[in-house]
């Protein structure tokens, strides 16, 4: 079996299944078989929530940190959306 580096470098890294294959858009199954054929055991999601230096409560790296909307961008957005609500329809040529 090829094993691609990219997967085998998450596993090793303490990835789970899942976590891997959302990552790499592939499926999990395929991630399982590389773990099959490294002969690496499943991933402890537990471990890797005590690796933290201030538990959080979330396994590291499964979700992408969200940018929060600067307060500028956010009264620039209440400004055309009420722009929009306010001004009448216009009708499109057909």
Do not use: F, W
Request: one cysteine or more; glycine letters at 6%; charged letters at 25%.
């Amino acid at each position: 079996m090829k094993i691609r580096a990219d997967i085998a470098d998450l596993i090793r890294e303490g990835h789970t299944n899942a976590s891997i294959a959302h990552r790499l858009r592939c499926a999990p199954s395929t991630v399982g078989r590389v773990r099959e054929a490294l002969q690496l055991p499943p991933a402890d999601r537990l471990g890797r929530l005590y690796a933290e230096a201030l538990p959080t409560g979330k396994v590291l790296g499964d979700q992408p940190a969200r940018v929060g909307t600067s307060p500028a961008q956010a009264a620039a957005n209440r400004r055309a959306l009420l722009e929009a609500i306010s001004s009448p329809r216009k009708r499109v040529a057909a």
